[in-house]
């Protein structure tokens, strides 16, 4: 905002949007919710042109194609919460949306698809959305396309959207026939603060297990197998090997988040294989 | 209840409903940044990057040309055309020089530190100016904590002083060396404590206008001392004090941060006498995260006899105040060390308090104002010598607590502690936190998520005068009747929130028979309130209610005499009722009041000739039981009132996380006579959540070159519904015998018991593990290296 | 850049002009002079600035005041269904405020909650705040100020 030009535009179209974008590139920040986005410009942390907000896109629905839940980029914490769809196919997100941190307020206003085009490591999208497979549905003016949410999430901060292009969507695949139970945890030192550690897993045909770690590392991290086999500690250990540099902030260092990340990953799997019972 | 037993009942000692509650609750109260001025310019404040550095050159040219910019100044700028900020405290207390200005001149002594200053039309142009303005600065190494400042060799950081102490306190009673070499358990241990803050929701915001016409500064802002705050701004800009009106609307909470002695006070004043026009200062939520305080390292012997009776108590400890500020938040560590012994009967006693001036912001006024500290010591030392005793530490702690007639007594700092009932108090916290059931779900608690338990005392000194300074030991309070019958109380005192002006109409309404919310009580205005401190030390109901009741009672004196007349009968004979004046012997109808009060002031030649007028009172309260001359022992003391409260604390500490919990949490307190407990009550809960959350997640965090990085709600955690269980309760009175009410005054007592209870908690959950030194706040990290280290 | 916006606030219409970069919080209580809702933080954290939009609970320091061009707002300035007179009522019984400065979000998120959940354990309730901070009351009379009203509002004790 600092930007005396500085403009907030709610383009009518996905066309209009993404010539916004092609225009302004990296000079454009796009807003689902806004709720990380704005205080960054209202510190003046970031200092954009435009801000483009997507209201009127249309892409607040949650749908189904064929073997995948396709959740557009409007959805807020609130619609997944309240979504039929989400609760009988995706449980973990609806697992992690009623645990989204600030209140009401928040998961009325913050996006599932917002948080991951931020992709601050400690924040619940990324870890889940690896968790699940999801793939990060992208446009801008080279065109559309998808990205599996392992290779969008980079590093902190960091994804693979171009400059010129925005998060439409998330297709997240679903198993028709076979049942599935998730759990998602996360470490939190109190109420308020960033979570230090978090944990999703999925167990989908009672025996497959993928169980995804954020907030450590830098990016998520995820290992898949057999979940009777070895147990909670065979998905810990492989986990954890990945955990080579820890992510830090002000409220915990890598020691911690390595002493604390076995345990909670072992009960969040736990908390999963509880559900299937 | 029927109408005439309520008439009959006092008003002291009623939780009647806040004066205004309607306005709470639809919106309507007004906070400093409501008020609505037109042509309001803003400013913003370019901070210092560095911790320490010398200030070279500042240009302000590119600055000053951007469209919509009035006025750009720099440290030296506002050096030629003001006086220094007086100090709070003295000027001769100080072992050096001291040059306190609201921007940096010539070098800068924490990262933050204003060092120019904006002002434009907008906020949002004053923000960007500031990216124009050009400094060169001359970085210098810092100096990060009170140790590094103290080591021979260490840069001396203030010009023209010897060392960067910045004061030294130490005393000792009867023989400690000796003393230690007689007990039989002696016990050592060190207690650091972080810097935290005291974050109200609302952050500090002053509007200044300069009246060229009047030649006349008003300055609405989050003022907890409007007089000291006057006095400070017409010093420092050379204006007299008639010359200067400031303003204190409600505040969103205070909490000791809005005292006087800010820089931004002066600045703003003075940038509206600069440019004439109407500007504002609105702090944001990071600068707010400066004002710290707390900051320090203990390190305690204590020792008992075999029967476990503390025979000696010794602590040395060293402040990391920061940087000399005019507030003089720094006194806080000398109050840290005054508090000891505290409930305790330790015959020996030797305390030792060094503040060490280094290159971080000045402490500024928190909640418990050092008291929380001495007592968090005080009881983890306690604690560590039950458990090498294999005591009990609810037990150890009964036998060693002064009795209740030994008291009043004078402490080991020269204070005259003035009434309690310490051993009643701990029975009814042992009762109402059900000591013993929480011992046995300890027992049978599991070793992954263990049970700890943690009681402490806290002794609150309140009412601080301190020598020589502002504000200083009295309030004022004005009742007047007008023609109406109307009552207005002006007062002194101020209120961030607590409901002192609630409690104040009480005191009043309970001598002139009528209801508190028939009373209007202004309060926060230099121009129309009498002189005092404002806010500070728990002093509000204590001093400025204790004036009031003086004043009210000089009223109804000259109320009863008019209507002792219109009633043909004695003064002495009158009662006032509902309003109402009767003659307590007999039948017939009362008097209004405003019959009264129009016979007074239009009958004054007949039946209110008896009245000397006006029909108001302006009266002071200075407490009893401060001395500011020096005892036998040389000691002074600055508090006349001693509330106390025990708490008592379940945690759970997960060890697979390091994560606490608080389970439980019960408390007694005993703050003499209360004027409206709820409003007591809700002051004690409130402070108890400030010290669960300093004990467990509040901590300001510094990097290596002194910046601060939790400078947001995000990172320094304030403690939110779902993170603290219900509070329990309850209180007991042992009047004071030095206050006419028997009051001692309420608003920090919470914080230090809480402080130490919780950490006395997960120290006990650690068991074998809880290391000498006590780490605070207890924030996973730590306790995963302490359960990573067994 | 100056833009224009059209908003319906407690219900009547209203249309202003403001910079593309005002936030809503500022919009709200200085071009539509309505400043029971409070900025304390302006990162989301506190909840001072809760207002309801289209219906929902924000925060409304996360808005630009240019994306509710269209919305309807309610502040407490504009709230008076039976819940909120209830929880007032209740707020000033308990003491469930100090400074008042965190009071406007409390009632407003207190009325979402209850339309939501009208016979809420302390527990529930207590997550329902856990989005708004208060430094003054240590919460304990909040939630007994919800529970009460609550409990009126289904003995249909209201008049």
Redesign the interface.
């Given at each position: 905002?600092l930007d005396p030009?500085?403009?907030?535009v709610?383009p009518q179209s996905l066309e209009e949007a993404v010539d916004l974008l092609g225009r302004f590139g990296g000079e454009a920040v796009v807003?689902g919710?806004?709720?990380m986005m704005?205080?960054e410009?209202?510190?003046d942390a970031r200092r954009p042109r435009v801000?483009i907000?997507i209201?009127r896109l249309d892409l607040s629905t949650i749908s189904q194609e064929n073997d995948e839940v396709i959740i557009g980029a409007g959805v807020s914490y609130?619609a997944l919460i309240a979504s039929e769809l989400i609760a009988r196919q995706v449980p973990l997100l609806h697992d992690m949306a009623r645990q989204i941190?600030?209140?009401?307020?928040?998961r009325?206003?913050g996006t599932l698809i917002g948080s991951a085009a931020f992709a601050n490591p400690t924040s619940d999208a990324p870890t889940c959305l690896v968790a699940l497979g999801a793939r990060i549905r992208l446009a801008g003016p080279q065109g559309q396309r998808s990205v599996p949410a392992a290779e969008f999430f980079l590093g902190a901060f960091e994804t693979a959207r171009r400059p010129d292009e925005m998060l439409t969507a998330v297709s997240v695949p679903i198993t028709k026939d076979q049942p599935v139970w998730a759990a998602y945890r996360k470490l939190k030192h109190a109420?308020?603060s960033w979570p230090i550690v978090t944990a999703a897993c999925l167990i989908t045909g009672r025996r497959h297990a993928r169980v995804a770690m954020g907030a450590a590392t830098r990016r998520p991290i995820v290992a898949s197998g057999e979940v009777d086999g070895g147990g909670p500690e065979t998905f810990v250990r492989l986990l954890t090997e990945q955990m080579q540099e820890c992510w830090e902030d002000p409220l915990a260092d890598g020691a911690y988040r390595r002493f604390a990340a076995p345990t909670l990953v072992a009960r969040t799997i736990a908390a999963a294989m509880e559900l299937r019972r | 209840m029927s109408n005439a037993k309520q008439r009959q009942e006092s008003w002291i000692g009623r939780?009647v409903?806040?004066l205004d509650?309607?306005k709470?609750?639809?919106?309507?109260?007004?906070?400093a940044?409501?008020s609505?001025v037109e042509d309001l310019h803003h400013i913003a404040v370019l901070r210092s990057p560095h911790a320490r550095a010398l200030i070279r050159k500042i240009d302000l040219d590119a600055c000053r040309a951007i469209p919509g910019v009035i006025a750009a100044v720099s440290g030296r700028d506002v050096a030629a055309i003001t006086n220094q900020t007086p100090s709070r405290m003295p000027r001769d207390r100080f072992p050096g020089p001291i040059d306190i200005r609201c921007l940096a001149v010539d070098r800068v002594q924490f990262e933050g530190q204003g060092v120019a200053a904006v002002v434009a039309r907008?906020s949002?142009i004053a923000r960007r100016a500031l990216d124009k303005i050009v400094v060169d600065y001359e970085v210098q190494t810092p100096v990060l904590s009170g140790e590094e400042a103290l080591e021979p060799g260490a840069p001396i950081l203030l010009p023209d002083w010897q060392s960067n102490v910045l004061m030294r306190d130490h005393f000792k009673q009867g023989d400690p060396d000796s003393a230690f070499k007689a007990c039989a358990y002696v016990v050592s241990g060190e207690v650091v404590a972080a810097a935290s803050t005291?974050?109200?929701?609302?952050?500090r915001c002053y509007t200044a206008i300069w009246d060229r016409r009047a030649s006349r500064l008003t300055i609405n802002g989050t003022f907890q001392m409007p007089h000291p705050s006057r006095w400070s701004i017409a010093e420092a800009l050379g204006l007299r004090e008639s010359q200067v009106r400031v303003v204190a609307p409600?505040?969103?909470?205070a909490?000791g941060l809005k005292m006087v002695g800010h820089p931004e006070e002066v600045l703003t004043a003075l940038l509206a006498k600069l440019t004439g026009k109407p500007v504002r200062f609105a702090e944001?939520?990071a600068e707010c995260f400066m004002a710290r305080s707390r900051e320090q390292v203990h390190r305690f012997e204590i020792g008992a006899d075999a029967d476990g009776r503390v025979i000696v108590y010794r602590n040395r400890f060293v402040a990391d105040v920061g940087a000399i500020g005019a507030g003089g938040g720094w006194a806080m560590g000398l109050v840290t060390a005054a508090v000891s012994t505290t409930v305790y009967d330790i015959p020996h006693c030797e305390i030792e308090g060094t503040l060490a001036i280094t290159n971080k912001a000045p402490w500024q006024g928190i909640r418990g104002y050092g008291k929380e500290t001495g007592n968090l010591v005080i009881e983890r030392a306690i604690d560590m010598l039950a458990k090498k005793m294999g005591r009990d530490p609810a037990e150890l702690r009964r036998i060693n607590l002064v009795s209740k007639d030994q008291l009043p007594r004078r402490i080991p700092s020269g204070m005259l502690v003035d009434s309690g009932d310490y051993h009643a108090a701990l029975d009814r916290l042992l009762e109402l936190f059900d000591y013993d059931g929480w011992r046995r779900r300890q027992a049978k608690s599991d070793s992954e998520c263990r049970i700890g338990i943690g009681i402490a005392f806290e002794l609150t000194p309140e009412g601080g005068s301190f020598a020589g300074s502002l504000p200083n030991g009295f309030e004022t309070t004005t009742v007047r009747v007008e023609p109406s019958g109307e009552v207005i109380v002006t007062t002194s005192v101020t209120s961030?929130?607590?409901?002192i002006e609630t409690g104040i109409a009480q005191v009043v309404a309970d001598i002139l028979g009528i209801a508190p919310s028939s009373i209007v009580v202004r309060q926060g205005d230099t121009d129309a309130c009498p002189f005092g401190g404002g806010n500070a030390s728990s002093r509000g109901m204590m001093f400025g209610g204790g004036a009031a009741a003086l004043a009210a009672r000089d009223v109804r004196t000259k109320l009863d005499l008019c209507a002792a007349v219109l009633l043909q009968t004695v003064p002495e004979n009158i009662v006032w009722r509902d309003g109402c004046a009767e003659r307590r012997d007999g039948p017939g109808a009362g008097i209004a009041l405003r019959e009264v009060a129009s016979a007074i002031y239009t009958q004054g030649f007949t039946v209110a000739s008896g009245v000397e007028m006006p029909l108001e009172a302006t009266r002071s309260f200075r407490p009893k039981n401060v001395r500011h001359t020096p005892d036998q022992f040389g000691r002074t003391t600055s508090y006349p009132s001693f509330p106390y409260a025990v708490h008592g604390a379940a945690i759970e500490l997960d060890t697979g996380t390091a994560q606490v919990r608080v389970l439980d949490y019960a408390a007694i307190h005993d703050c003499g006579v209360v004027v409206n407990p709820?409003?007591v009550e809700?002051?004690f809960?409130?402070?108890?959540?400030?010290g669960i959350g300093a004990a467990l997640w509040e901590e300001l965090v510094y990097d290596d070159d002194g910046r601060l990085v939790t400078d947001?709600?995000?990172r320094y955690l304030?403690?939110?519904?779902?993170d603290?269980p219900?509070?329990r309760t309850g209180s007991l009175c042992t009047p004071s015998p030095f206050h006419p009410m028997g009051m001692k005054g309420a608003g920090e007592t919470g914080v230090g018991g809480a402080y130490a209870a919780i950490s006395n908690a997960v120290a006990d959950a650690l068991r074998d593990l809880a290391p000498s030194r006590t780490m605070i706040p207890a924030s996973p990290p730590r306790l995963a290296r302490i359960l990573c280290d067994a | 850049?100056t833009?224009t916006v059209k908003v319906r606030v407690n219900g009547s219409e209203h249309q202003f002009e403001c910079?593309?970069?005002r936030?809503l919080i500022d919009a709200i209580?200085d071009e539509l002079?309505?400043?029971?809702?409070?900025?304390?933080?302006?990162?989301?954290?506190?909840?001072?600035c809760?207002v309801v939009r289209d219906g929902?609970?924000?925060?409304s320091?996360?808005?630009?005041a240019?994306?509710v061009?269209g919305c309807e707002i309610t502040?407490?300035?504009g709230s008076h269904s039976r819940a909120m007179e209830a929880?007032?009522q209740a707020?000033?019984?308990h003491?469930a405020?100090?400074?008042?400065?965190?009071?406007?979000g409390m009632?407003l998120?207190a009325e979402?909650?209850l339309k939501r959940a009208p016979q809420p354990t302390?527990r529930e309730?207590?997550?329902?705040?856990?989005?708004?901070?208060?430094?003054?009351?240590?919460?304990?009379?909040?939630?007994e100020a919800i529970a009460t009203a609550a409990r009126r509002l289904m003995d249909g004790d209201i008049k």
């Amino acid at each position: 905002m600092l930007d005396p030009h500085f403009q907030y535009v709610e383009p009518q179209s996905l066309e209009e949007a993404v010539d916004l974008l092609g225009r302004f590139g990296g000079e454009a920040v796009v807003l689902g919710g806004g709720t990380m986005m704005v205080p960054e410009m209202t510190s003046d942390a970031r200092r954009p042109r435009v801000a483009i907000g997507i209201r009127r896109l249309d892409l607040s629905t949650i749908s189904q194609e064929n073997d995948e839940v396709i959740i557009g980029a409007g959805v807020s914490y609130t619609a997944l919460i309240a979504s039929e769809l989400i609760a009988r196919q995706v449980p973990l997100l609806h697992d992690m949306a009623r645990q989204i941190t600030g209140g009401v307020q928040i998961r009325n206003q913050g996006t599932l698809i917002g948080s991951a085009a931020f992709a601050n490591p400690t924040s619940d999208a990324p870890t889940c959305l690896v968790a699940l497979g999801a793939r990060i549905r992208l446009a801008g003016p080279q065109g559309q396309r998808s990205v599996p949410a392992a290779e969008f999430f980079l590093g902190a901060f960091e994804t693979a959207r171009r400059p010129d292009e925005m998060l439409t969507a998330v297709s997240v695949p679903i198993t028709k026939d076979q049942p599935v139970w998730a759990a998602y945890r996360k470490l939190k030192h109190a109420e308020g603060s960033w979570p230090i550690v978090t944990a999703a897993c999925l167990i989908t045909g009672r025996r497959h297990a993928r169980v995804a770690m954020g907030a450590a590392t830098r990016r998520p991290i995820v290992a898949s197998g057999e979940v009777d086999g070895g147990g909670p500690e065979t998905f810990v250990r492989l986990l954890t090997e990945q955990m080579q540099e820890c992510w830090e902030d002000p409220l915990a260092d890598g020691a911690y988040r390595r002493f604390a990340a076995p345990t909670l990953v072992a009960r969040t799997i736990a908390a999963a294989m509880e559900l299937r019972r | 209840m029927s109408n005439a037993k309520q008439r009959q009942e006092s008003w002291i000692g009623r939780s009647v409903a806040r004066l205004d509650a309607e306005k709470f609750v639809t919106g309507n109260i007004e906070y400093a940044a409501d008020s609505a001025v037109e042509d309001l310019h803003h400013i913003a404040v370019l901070r210092s990057p560095h911790a320490r550095a010398l200030i070279r050159k500042i240009d302000l040219d590119a600055c000053r040309a951007i469209p919509g910019v009035i006025a750009a100044v720099s440290g030296r700028d506002v050096a030629a055309i003001t006086n220094q900020t007086p100090s709070r405290m003295p000027r001769d207390r100080f072992p050096g020089p001291i040059d306190i200005r609201c921007l940096a001149v010539d070098r800068v002594q924490f990262e933050g530190q204003g060092v120019a200053a904006v002002v434009a039309r907008t906020s949002e142009i004053a923000r960007r100016a500031l990216d124009k303005i050009v400094v060169d600065y001359e970085v210098q190494t810092p100096v990060l904590s009170g140790e590094e400042a103290l080591e021979p060799g260490a840069p001396i950081l203030l010009p023209d002083w010897q060392s960067n102490v910045l004061m030294r306190d130490h005393f000792k009673q009867g023989d400690p060396d000796s003393a230690f070499k007689a007990c039989a358990y002696v016990v050592s241990g060190e207690v650091v404590a972080a810097a935290s803050t005291s974050a109200p929701i609302e952050t500090r915001c002053y509007t200044a206008i300069w009246d060229r016409r009047a030649s006349r500064l008003t300055i609405n802002g989050t003022f907890q001392m409007p007089h000291p705050s006057r006095w400070s701004i017409a010093e420092a800009l050379g204006l007299r004090e008639s010359q200067v009106r400031v303003v204190a609307p409600h505040a969103g909470g205070a909490f000791g941060l809005k005292m006087v002695g800010h820089p931004e006070e002066v600045l703003t004043a003075l940038l509206a006498k600069l440019t004439g026009k109407p500007v504002r200062f609105a702090e944001s939520r990071a600068e707010c995260f400066m004002a710290r305080s707390r900051e320090q390292v203990h390190r305690f012997e204590i020792g008992a006899d075999a029967d476990g009776r503390v025979i000696v108590y010794r602590n040395r400890f060293v402040a990391d105040v920061g940087a000399i500020g005019a507030g003089g938040g720094w006194a806080m560590g000398l109050v840290t060390a005054a508090v000891s012994t505290t409930v305790y009967d330790i015959p020996h006693c030797e305390i030792e308090g060094t503040l060490a001036i280094t290159n971080k912001a000045p402490w500024q006024g928190i909640r418990g104002y050092g008291k929380e500290t001495g007592n968090l010591v005080i009881e983890r030392a306690i604690d560590m010598l039950a458990k090498k005793m294999g005591r009990d530490p609810a037990e150890l702690r009964r036998i060693n607590l002064v009795s209740k007639d030994q008291l009043p007594r004078r402490i080991p700092s020269g204070m005259l502690v003035d009434s309690g009932d310490y051993h009643a108090a701990l029975d009814r916290l042992l009762e109402l936190f059900d000591y013993d059931g929480w011992r046995r779900r300890q027992a049978k608690s599991d070793s992954e998520c263990r049970i700890g338990i943690g009681i402490a005392f806290e002794l609150t000194p309140e009412g601080g005068s301190f020598a020589g300074s502002l504000p200083n030991g009295f309030e004022t309070t004005t009742v007047r009747v007008e023609p109406s019958g109307e009552v207005i109380v002006t007062t002194s005192v101020t209120s961030p929130g607590g409901g002192i002006e609630t409690g104040i109409a009480q005191v009043v309404a309970d001598i002139l028979g009528i209801a508190p919310s028939s009373i209007v009580v202004r309060q926060g205005d230099t121009d129309a309130c009498p002189f005092g401190g404002g806010n500070a030390s728990s002093r509000g109901m204590m001093f400025g209610g204790g004036a009031a009741a003086l004043a009210a009672r000089d009223v109804r004196t000259k109320l009863d005499l008019c209507a002792a007349v219109l009633l043909q009968t004695v003064p002495e004979n009158i009662v006032w009722r509902d309003g109402c004046a009767e003659r307590r012997d007999g039948p017939g109808a009362g008097i209004a009041l405003r019959e009264v009060a129009s016979a007074i002031y239009t009958q004054g030649f007949t039946v209110a000739s008896g009245v000397e007028m006006p029909l108001e009172a302006t009266r002071s309260f200075r407490p009893k039981n401060v001395r500011h001359t020096p005892d036998q022992f040389g000691r002074t003391t600055s508090y006349p009132s001693f509330p106390y409260a025990v708490h008592g604390a379940a945690i759970e500490l997960d060890t697979g996380t390091a994560q606490v919990r608080v389970l439980d949490y019960a408390a007694i307190h005993d703050c003499g006579v209360v004027v409206n407990p709820a409003l007591v009550e809700g002051q004690f809960k409130g402070a108890i959540a400030m010290g669960i959350g300093a004990a467990l997640w509040e901590e300001l965090v510094y990097d290596d070159d002194g910046r601060l990085v939790t400078d947001c709600i995000k990172r320094y955690l304030l403690p939110r519904s779902r993170d603290i269980p219900a509070l329990r309760t309850g209180s007991l009175c042992t009047p004071s015998p030095f206050h006419p009410m028997g009051m001692k005054g309420a608003g920090e007592t919470g914080v230090g018991g809480a402080y130490a209870a919780i950490s006395n908690a997960v120290a006990d959950a650690l068991r074998d593990l809880a290391p000498s030194r006590t780490m605070i706040p207890a924030s996973p990290p730590r306790l995963a290296r302490i359960l990573c280290d067994a | 850049m100056t833009i224009t916006v059209k908003v319906r606030v407690n219900g009547s219409e209203h249309q202003f002009e403001c910079g593309s970069g005002r936030l809503l919080i500022d919009a709200i209580r200085d071009e539509l002079g309505l400043p029971g809702a409070r900025a304390g933080c302006r990162t989301g954290d506190c909840g001072a600035c809760t207002v309801v939009r289209d219906g929902e609970l924000i925060k409304s320091c996360l808005t630009f005041a240019a994306a509710v061009d269209g919305c309807e707002i309610t502040t407490i300035e504009g709230s008076h269904s039976r819940a909120m007179e209830a929880l007032r009522q209740a707020f000033i019984e308990h003491h469930a405020f100090q400074c008042g400065f965190c009071t406007s979000g409390m009632l407003l998120v207190a009325e979402d909650f209850l339309k939501r959940a009208p016979q809420p354990t302390p527990r529930e309730i207590r997550d329902a705040l856990a989005g708004n901070i208060c430094r003054c009351t240590g919460y304990d009379n909040i939630v007994e100020a919800i529970a009460t009203a609550a409990r009126r509002l289904m003995d249909g004790d209201i008049k």
